[in-house]
């Protein structure tokens, strides 16, 4: 990924979408002006483009990697610092759900399914449409224990596994007898 163990990675994986919101965390890593943040998004898309020139614009080009279609993702999740999801709309995030599992903390945007899965303990979340918000949430994330926070979130994600989730489509179905 072009940078070394003492530097911070931060990894997205979804497609290049306006939906997905890549632009506010370049944005933000502008602003926040560290040479030792490094920011990787795992997709393709129609947007492509426009974050390349937004990078550049940034003057990201070292910092900031697209990197296309992966089929890598459980390598790449290992490798990062932490993951961030900044997308305008989610159902409930199986990258989002993928991270917590592989014992990532999270910064994501303040929406339906994110914070569903996402609490004080596992991460930071922050408005979608605000680059300082977003700046400031992977701020104060980098002033905390990381291995803290994914290993709450490794733990919380359990709840979602496929035998909790069976317990409770059971339970429901029970309830719904006549």
Request: aromatic fraction near 6%.
């Given at each position: 990924?072009?940078?070394?163990?003492k530097?911070?990675?931060?990894?997205?994986?979804?497609?290049l979408s306006?939906?997905?919101n890549?632009?506010?965390?370049i944005?933000?890593?502008?602003e926040?002006?560290?040479?030792?943040?490094?920011y990787c998004?795992a997709?393709?898309?129609?947007?492509e483009?426009h974050l390349?020139?937004?990078i550049v614009?940034n003057?990201?080009?070292?910092n900031?990697?697209?990197?296309?279609?992966?089929s890598?993702?459980?390598?790449?999740?290992k490798?990062?610092?932490?993951?961030i999801?900044?997308?305008?709309?989610?159902?409930?995030?199986?990258?989002?759900?993928?991270?917590?599992a592989s014992g990532l903390?999270?910064v994501?945007?303040?929406?339906?399914?994110n914070?569903?899965?996402?609490d004080?303990?596992?991460?930071?979340?922050?408005?979608p449409?605000?680059?300082?918000?977003?700046?400031?949430a992977?701020?104060?994330?980098?002033?905390k224990?990381l291995?803290e926070?994914g290993?709450?979130?490794a733990?919380?994600?359990?709840?979602?596994?496929?035998?909790n989730?069976?317990?409770e489509?059971?339970?429901i179905?029970?309830?719904?007898r006549f």
């Amino acid at each position: 990924m072009g940078c070394s163990e003492k530097d911070i990675l931060l990894l997205s994986v979804g497609e290049l979408s306006k939906r997905k919101n890549h632009q506010i965390v370049i944005k933000a890593l502008a602003e926040l002006k560290k040479e030792d943040i490094y920011y990787c998004i795992a997709g393709q898309g129609a947007e492509e483009e426009h974050l390349k020139e937004l990078i550049v614009k940034n003057n990201l080009q070292k910092n900031v990697k697209l990197l296309g279609f992966r089929s890598d993702i459980s390598e790449l999740l290992k490798a990062a610092d932490f993951f961030i999801l900044p997308s305008l709309q989610e159902g409930l995030s199986v990258a989002l759900m993928e991270a917590m599992a592989s014992g990532l903390p999270v910064v994501c945007s303040q929406i339906r399914g994110n914070v569903d899965l996402i609490d004080e303990r596992g991460g930071r979340c922050f408005d979608p449409y605000s680059t300082e918000d977003c700046r400031e949430a992977i701020e104060s994330l980098l002033e905390k224990d990381l291995k803290e926070f994914g290993n709450h979130n490794a733990e919380r994600i359990k709840e979602f596994g496929i035998e909790n989730v069976g317990k409770e489509m059971r339970r429901i179905y029970e309830m719904l007898r006549f």
